[in-house]
């Protein structure tokens, strides 16, 4: 890695931290911490520093990526912001709430820290390091300068405010996700009732572009491989409409109907 690039650090080695440091090539200079242990065989396999804890992977660092889960990504923010190097940027690229994200940029930044909302627009597998990200709050242009020099190449500026980036992404992820959970109950109702091909042979009439056979096959794969992750999002996309003063009736569906598809009953 070239010298002038900053140290990282990765906090959660997840899919897309695992898949973000094999495509940067970072190696050594970025160091990571998951509070899974068996995460660490993957994290030398991509290259990086494996740490024994969240102070090692931090010590130093001029850029931290978090790359957590929904629902612990205040929690992370709020433990870890006073091991931060002073004027170091914390990115959270978390799928939370504007609130959530305000939250963990006031304990970020009472540190001595820099926060900067970042949203994940896209699967990280395959898109790796052209992932679409955007990115605000007042350091948004600093890191954006840093993500572009490890290698992210679609990254855009919403705003100076903390929470606009997280709002464009819950506020899509209703749709998106709804989508997800409407064709999921679709295809389960017409296979009960053994009229699949003809459910989906009457919706492809009135669509072209994709097949919708082919489209429920991608969205029944994602829901059942990332339920869990997307209930999480879907609930933080409740409250940024709870916020704005909206029922999230459907919303609350989707929530529902994600953990459903992944195995876990309510």
């Not at 906090?11 to 898949?19: L, N, Q, R, V």
Request: negative net charge.
């Amino acid at each position: 890695m070239p010298e002038h690039l900053p140290s990282i650090a990765l906090i959660g080695f997840g899919e897309a931290g695992s898949t973000f440091a094999r495509a940067g090539g970072w190696e050594h200079a970025a160091r990571a911490f998951d509070i899974a242990p068996e995460r660490r065989a993957a994290m030398e396999e991509a290259g990086v520093e494996p740490c024994a804890s969240a102070q090692e992977a931090l010590a130093g660092a001029a850029l931290a990526l978090s790359l957590v889960t929904a629902e612990s990504a205040l929690a992370v923010a709020q433990d870890h912001a006073r091991l931060l190097t002073p004027g170091a940027i914390w990115c959270d690229m978390n799928s939370v709430s504007p609130d959530t994200k305000r939250a963990a940029a006031k304990a970020v930044e009472e540190a001595g820290g820099l926060y900067v909302d970042v949203a994940v627009m896209a699967p990280v597998d395959p898109a790796r390091l052209g992932v679409p990200l955007l990115l605000s709050g007042p350091a948004a242009g600093r890191a954006m300068a840093c993500l572009n020099g490890l290698g992210f190449a679609n990254t855009r500026i919403v705003g100076d405010e903390i929470g606009r980036a997280s709002a464009i992404k819950m506020i899509r992820s209703v749709m998106v996700k709804g989508l997800e959970a409407l064709t999921w109950e679709c295809a389960a109702a017409a296979e009960k009732a053994g009229v699949f091909d003809e459910v989906m042979a009457s919706l492809d009439a009135s669509e072209k572009r994709q097949g919708w056979a082919e489209r429920i096959a991608y969205n029944r794969e994602r829901m059942e491989t990332h339920g869990l992750r997307r209930a999480a999002e879907m609930e933080e996309s409740a409250k940024t409409l709870l916020d704005l003063g909206i029922e999230p009736v459907m919303t609350r569906g989707t929530v529902a109907r994600q953990r459903q598809a992944a195995g876990i009953q309510n």
